[in-house]
């Protein structure tokens, strides 16, 4: 019973154009969504967050957006750069369970330059 | 903030032998969590602590398992028996204890059982 699903495995863009990532969720009690990049051989690192109070939350050339009604939420990327190539993973807590994050299975960038 | 630290990186071990790892959480977080990674899929809680008591544990968590986090600072998790099912990379994060945040995670041991 997978509660996150990221179902595009892989993504390849161009240098300087938009990359979206897209993410769905099935429980209804998640509040809190993150996305994580990570690289072979490293640990997650934290990328952006959105609280479900929003449905908007930018930080650079990173934006989320949050669907509630969809329980969808994606993330752009706006330019893509070569060093944006990674895995990423969209991550989603509810208070009720200690905060704890559920993953989805990532999706793989690719920037070509 | 020295960032969460994991030790070993890399363990290679042969079936039925036992392992441990560590972990450093970043000092003062009093959450800290373990998941485990495998190919293709994205990380899976494993455990989690308040300072040193453990308060969940998943059900992926065998009784081959077991994780300490004594006197709320390090933590350590035991694979006892392993088995080449064992094979992934175990990943801790920890974070303040302030609501909702953002996990802070270390760089993973990756084990290789044989």
């Known amino acids: 019973d997978q509660q996150v699903k990221q179902n595009s495995p892989s993504l390849s863009v161009q240098e300087g154009r938009i990359s979206i990532l897209n993410c769905d969720y099935t429980?209804?009690?998640?509040?809190?969504f993150l996305w994580y990049k990570k690289y072979p051989a490293e640990g997650p690192t934290f990328l952006i967050s959105?609280?479900?109070?929003?449905d908007k939350n930018e930080d650079g050339r990173f934006t989320v957006f949050l669907n509630k009604s969809a329980k969808h939420l994606s993330l752009h990327i706006v330019p893509s750069q070569p060093g944006d190539s990674a895995v990423y993973f969209c991550a989603a807590s509810d208070g009720s369970s200690n905060y704890k994050l559920t993953f989805g299975k990532g999706t793989l960038l690719t920037v070509n330059p | 903030d020295t960032g969460v630290s994991q030790d070993p990186r890399h363990k290679i071990t042969k079936r039925g032998q036992n392992v441990t790892f560590r972990c450093d959480p970043i000092s003062e977080h009093n959450r800290l969590y373990w998941y485990r990674q495998t190919l293709g899929q994205g990380p899976e809680f494993l455990t989690y602590?308040?300072?040193?008591?453990?308060?969940?544990k998943s059900r992926l968590l065998s009784d081959r398992f077991s994780a300490e986090r004594p006197k709320g600072s390090f933590s350590t998790l035991e694979i006892q028996r392993t088995e080449q099912g064992d094979s992934a990379m175990y990943l801790c994060?920890?974070?303040?204890?302030?609501?909702?945040?953002?996990?802070?995670f270390g760089s993973g041991t990756q084990l290789s059982v044989l």
């Open positions: 429980n209804s009690m998640f509040d809190y």
């Open positions: 994060a920890s974070s303040s204890g302030q609501g909702f945040e953002k996990l802070f």
């Open positions: 959105i609280s479900s109070i929003k």
């Open positions: 602590f308040q300072n040193e008591a453990q308060l969940e």
